[in-house]
């Protein structure tokens, strides 16, 4: 599986955009990019997911560069509900395992 | 609601007990997977069933023994745990075979071994 890279943590503020960029330099021809979101003591909740270009949802955007090697997760304006930790995933989807690295915890002030 | 259902919500066990969690999935998913999550960690990935056979198995001790009975249920059976075990343990579910497949997870099950 492709290994990813995220920011530990991030900080913003209620109403601003917030960009969470993952690497995954050796990503394959084959895989998708899939974001997660996590609250304490819950089980991860699909945010969105993406193969190329630009993905957009009633929560999320994803922006994927033409050489794949990474993608932004964009939150527009934000709430204090949005803090939480947001993983970036990428695997095969014939045979995909959703296995998760440290992902990004973002913290929203008021 | 996310069409996964784990039971119980939370546990409280004793090392010398036996003990099983449950998860169950109403989304006609094929695959199904057991994750332990410690405090401040990354989920860590324990069992994968495909098809109800075991595919993954990843270095879990043998006091974890998970049982695949249909495509829509799942267990982890526990047993002589000790305390370092205590964890969220969270159930998903997922269509394999698709190339955009997504997981699904259960609200978990929050372990304490005493």
């Known amino acids: 599986l492709a290994k990813t890279t995220q920011p530990i943590s991030m900080d913003s503020y209620e109403g601003q955009e917030v960009n969470i960029t993952c690497s995954h330099n050796?990503?394959?021809?084959?895989?998708?990019i899939t974001w997660y979101q996590q609250f304490p003591s819950q089980g991860p909740r699909f945010i969105i997911q993406g193969y190329k270009t630009k993905v957009t949802n009633e929560v999320a955007s994803l922006f994927i560069p033409a050489d794949r090697k990474s993608s932004t997760l964009s939150l527009p304006r934000v709430s204090l509900s949005d803090t939480a930790v947001y993983y970036c995933?990428?695997?095969?989807?014939?045979?995909?395992?959703?296995?998760f690295g440290r992902g990004t915890s973002l913290i929203v002030h008021p | 609601e996310t069409g996964v259902t784990q039971t119980p919500r939370h546990l409280v066990m004793g090392m010398t007990n036996k003990k099983s969690l449950k998860c169950e999935q109403h989304?006609?998913?094929?695959?199904m997977y057991w994750y332990k999550q410690s405090a401040k960690k990354p989920l860590e990935l324990m069992f994968v069933y495909s098809l109800e056979e075991r595919v993954e198995n990843n270095s879990v001790p043998s006091r974890f023994s998970p049982e695949c009975p249909n495509s829509s249920h799942l267990f982890l059976h526990l047993h002589t745990l000790q305390p370092e075990d205590s964890a969220l343990y969270l159930c998903?579910?997922?269509?394999?075979?698709?190339?955009?497949?997504?997981?699904?997870f259960g609200q978990g099950t929050r372990l304490t071994v005493v």
């Open positions: 995933l990428v695997g095969l989807g014939g045979s995909y395992i959703p296995t």
């Open positions: 050796n990503i394959a021809t084959n895989d998708y």
């Open positions: 998903a579910s997922s269509q394999g075979g698709q190339k955009n497949t997504e997981a699904f």
């Open positions: 989304l006609g998913h094929n695959a």
